[in-house]
């Protein structure tokens, strides 16, 4: 039941990962929005992930059956040949040697071939998109989809990545990963729908730069991560090289958490993660680190002028005041990117 739930979940992962693919590739053309355009490598990319991790459970699946079966009737007919373990193993239309196929010849080039689409993808839209200051159409509406689709992928990956911590289900880490940061890029879509809506000129554009920048490196970490996969010495490990580990970072931070544990386990010889003093820490660094980035963000309130130096306060990209000049000092404003 357990398995059966894991593919249905790939299948639906599937779903969502066509229906943002048409979407942005729809919305693209019909309101002219970079992001959209940008966004599409990534939920393509969903898309195959998640028809691979289906297609890698349900031969799991199968494959355990028909060892079942095999099994049932070689007992319940001993002498006969025709059930024999071992010609079930090496049957060439068995399920079993399907699966064992696919995870020999299929699977290791994954992380490869998605590295050069992704790099490749998001190199050609870089030079093939417009990137001229043309005033989008249909903000509100775009913004409502972003927001939509934001809220959808982000339950979506929170879902697979609970059902992923069962081993049984650890494929489904990969599809979980990619729809949280698609639901991300929906947000940058999202703010820059806004900051469009109420004046910053170029937001669209530049929300666009990030993506493409994003899934160029995603594309990069694919080839690293295959890289280290030809030097690693656990082959019996289960395959997964083609999930993002720099997503993983952003999407579930917590896997950075239960690493270093793992790590202060095995370097303390006892569990350091079950005292007192590191659960106080573990509660404490997710606040920290929360408090820290607030403080960063607030410092861009603050401007130093130099004795040579004047400024001009913008909002959104416009001057707030054409006569009015900052003189050399101290200086407030709105954080960025409101003002600048």
């Known amino acids: 039941m357990k398995q059966k739930l894991s593919e249905h979940t790939a299948a639906f992962s599937g779903l969502l990962g066509l229906l943002a693919f048409s979407l942005f590739s ?62 079930g193993a090496t049957d060439p239309f068995s399920t079993g040697r399907t699966k064992q196929q696919i995870e020999s010849y299929v699977v290791p080039w994954v992380a490869p071939l998605l590295g050069v689409l992704l790099f490749g993808w998001a ?56 729809l949280g ?20 000129a170029g937001a669209d554009n530049t929300v666009a730069r990030i993506l493409l920048a994003a899934t160029a490196l995603l594309g990069l970490e694919q080839g690293f991560n295959s890289l280290l996969t030809l030097y690693s010495h656990r082959r019996d490990r289960l395959n997964t090289t083609y999930e993002s580990k720099l997503g993983a970072l952003i999407v579930d931070p917590g896997i950075l958490t239960r690493s270093v544990t793992e ?7 006892f569990s350091f993660s079950q005292t007192w003093f590191f659960k106080i820490m573990q509660r404490a660094i997710i606040p920290l680190i ?46 960025w990117p409101f003002e600048s």
Not at 156 to 161: A, D, G, Q, V
Not at 183 to 190: I, S, Y
């Open 26 to 87: 729809g919305m693209a053309r019909a309101s002219g929005q970079l992001s959209f355009a940008a966004l599409t490598p990534l939920a393509f990319v969903l898309l195959i992930i998640s028809l691979l991790v289906y297609t890698r459970l349900r031969l799991t699946r199968l494959a355990e059956e028909e060892k079942r079966d095999q099994s049932y009737l070689t007992q319940e007919s001993a002498r006969s040949t025709l059930f024999d373990r071992e010609n």
């Open 123 to 178: 190199w050609r839209l870089n030079d093939r998109l417009p990137w001229e200051l043309v005033e989008s159409s249909r903000l509100t509406l775009s913004a409502s989809l972003f927001g939509g689709l934001a809220f959808l992928f982000f339950l979506s990956s929170r879902f697979l990545l609970g059902l992923s911590r069962h081993p049984d289900s650890r494929l489904l880490r990969g599809p979980g990963i990619l």
């Open 263 to 269: 790590a202060m386990d095995y370097q303390f010889g």
């Open 181 to 200: 940061l698609v639901c991300w890029g929906a947000l940058a879509g999202l703010v820059g729908s806004m900051a469009e809506h109420f004046g910053w």
């Open 290 to 335: 929360i408090v820290q980035a607030a403080l960063l963000y607030a410092m861009s309130c603050f401007v130093f002028l130099a004795p040579h130096e004047t400024g001009i306060l913008e909002r959104f990209g416009k001057p707030v005041s054409r006569d009015a000049h900052l003189e050399s000092g101290f200086h407030l404003k709105r954080p």
